[in-house]
């Protein structure tokens, strides 16, 4: 399987500071940019789903821009969406306000929703076999950006 760039920089290391550099804003330092990394730590044993959800998204080729914004949106299927669907059952339990039932589906979310679960990293099934993960990557700028 060929991974993009960007997928095998973000499923090799899952440092995705390694991968994208944050936009400027009133905390900027006023310097030159540093270039220099921290060193990594290893990957917790959750950052496997991630993984397989993103390698089952580029070789399905399900993957699109969020409209309106530089948003990255990669859905898997199937066995990788179901080990990430079961491994999140425990997280929504305890985390509170990360489960809905809604549209048919049951959708537990890697984050508490606030508001709503706009850019939150979802699972969801249908409770009769059909299971789909959406993990939401804010890549910036370069994704619009014209091809050469």
Partial sequence: M?????ITCIAAGLTVSGCVTLGGGDDAPSGPP??????????????RLYADCLAASVAAGTYEKEPGVELLRLT?????????????????STGGGSEV????????YTQKIVRNPYGLDDCSTD????????????VGDFLSAPAI
Avoid at 2 to 6: A, D, M
Avoid at 129 to 138: A, F
């Fill in 34 to 47: 540093t270039v220099i990394r921290t060193p990594g730590e290893p990957a917790p044993p959750h950052a």
């Fill in 2 to 6: 060929r991974l993009t760039p960007l």
């Fill in 76 to 92: 898997c299927a199937g066995a990788p969406a179901r080990a990430f669907y079961d491994a999140l059952a425990a997280w929504a």
């Fill in 101 to 108: 039932v809604a549209e048919g589906r049951t959708w537990r």
């Fill in 127 to 138: 409770n009769a076999g059909d299971y789909r993960c959406t993990i939401t990557l804010n």
